[in-house]
């Protein structure tokens, strides 16, 4: 595909998060596409972009809008508290743990108490190891249907999809119970025990 090919996804992956299309599917086509390296890349930074615009459109053209839907995720409200004290980190975790759908979070996050640095730095090694995994995926989607000959077997690949997964599985449990204290911190301290 060459290039171009790469340049022209990254354009249309970062449309489509912008415009909160899901883009697991793109995301593993990126590794079907590129391979792992160059898929993980161009995701990684077309996504990063993205969250980055969506942000900024949350926190200033749709300011309003998106503070009114915050009214329907007390959840988030919470947990907005500890990113005011928190920043980078608790982005960081939140992007490794799937609490909020990604492309709608971005514009939520505008509206919450975190400056665009922790944001973008928190969203982008966030983000890294998922989109590793689903990137990944396409690529042994790819080496197990090709009809080529791999160089190699079968299942070295499922292997290490498996740890992988693995890896996200423990990665995203821990950030969930270190959000989960995070928040049960900040309701300690708003009633005052």
């Known amino acids: 595909m060459g290039f171009l090919g790469v340049v022209y996804?990254?354009?249309?992956y970062?449309?489509?998060?912008?415009?909160?299309i899901p883009a697991i599917p793109l995301t593993a086509s990126a590794g079907y596409l590129f391979g792992p390296v160059v898929g993980t890349s161009v995701v990684l930074f077309s996504a990063s972009i993205a969250a980055a615009v969506s942000f900024v459109i949350g926190r200033t053209i749709l300011r309003t809008y998106v503070e009114g839907v915050l009214d329907d995720y007390p959840k988030f409200k919470k947990i907005d508290r500890a990113i005011?004290?928190?920043?980078?980190?608790?982005m960081f975790l939140l992007r490794l743990s799937p609490?909020?759908?990604?492309?709608?979070?971005?514009?939520?996050?505008?509206?919450?108490?975190i400056d665009f640095t922790?944001?973008?730095?928190?969203?982008?090694?966030?983000?890294?190891?998922?989109?590793?995994?689903?990137?990944?995926?396409?690529?042994?989607?790819?080496?197990?249907?090709?009809?080529?000959e791999s160089s190699h077997p079968w299942y070295v690949y499922a292997g290490g999809l498996a740890i992988l997964a693995g890896f996200l599985k423990v990665a995203a449990d821990?950030?969930?119970?270190?959000?989960?204290?995070?928040?049960?911190?900040?309701?300690e301290e708003g009633t005052g025990r």
Do not use: C, H, R
């Not at 005011?84 to 608790?90: I, R």
């Not at 609490?99 to 505008?110: C, D, E, K, Q, V």
């Open 9 to 12: 996804f990254g354009v249309a």
């Open 14 to 20: 970062t449309i489509a998060e912008v415009l909160a």
């Open 84 to 90: 005011g004290k928190e920043g980078f980190k608790l």
């Open 99 to 113: 609490l909020f759908p990604f492309a709608l979070s971005n514009y939520l996050y505008g509206a919450s108490s």
């Open 118 to 148: 922790s944001f973008f730095f928190g969203t982008l090694f966030g983000f890294a190891p998922g989109t590793l995994a689903y990137v990944y995926s396409g690529y042994v989607g790819k080496a197990l249907t090709d009809g080529a």
């Open 174 to 187: 821990t950030a969930t119970q270190i959000v989960g204290e995070l928040e049960e911190e900040e309701e």
